[in-house]
């Protein structure tokens, strides 16, 4: 059942993206709303790598330690989760900052290098985060 729940989330999640991509929206929130998406695909598909290694398997491990991919695939997990929660508080400036001056906002064009670096940097950070659970 927690495979199928995923596989559904997944589809989901990818459904969102083309939806935010064939939108009006201004195109920093569709950039933002576009890599937040993609941060959830990752994140369900390392949800369901690690039930189906589970399954595989025939156990649920209590740590890490027994599978080096499991610990991969929960390195990967946590990093998405750290890169779309980073994402949503970006979303939410993006929204503040329209609502407060809304002809303002809707009259710049995308601000593509401030937001494009701030992603990268937001997808270092997870990277880092992964790379210090490992301890490498």
Same mark, same amino acid.
């Given at each position: 059942l927690g495979i199928l729940l995923h596989i559904v989330f997944l589809l989901v999640?990818?459904?969102f993206i083309v939806v935010v991509n064939s939108t009006q +929206?201004? $195109?920093?929130?569709?950039f933002l709303l576009t890599i937040w998406g993609i941060g959830y695909v990752v994140q369900f598909g390392a949800h369901f790598v690690? @039930?189906?290694t589970s399954v595989?398997? !025939?156990t +649920?491990? +209590?740590?890490k330690k027994d599978s /080096? @991919? $499991?610990s991969y695939v929960i390195d990967v997990s946590t990093s998405s989760q750290c890169f779309s929660e980073a994402l949503e508080i970006m979303i939410a400036s993006e929204r503040i900052l329209s609502a407060? /001056?809304?002809a303002k906002y809707y009259k710049? !064009? $995308?601000s593509g290098g401030r937001r494009t670096a701030l992603a990268i940097l937001v997808f270092a950070a997870a990277a880092i985060q992964a790379w210090f659970t490992e301890g490498k």
């Open positions: 999640a990818i459904f +929206l201004h $195109r920093n929130c569709k690690m @039930l189906a595989y398997s !025939g +649920l491990p +209590l740590t /080096q @991919l $499991r407060a /001056q809304p710049m !064009g $995308r």
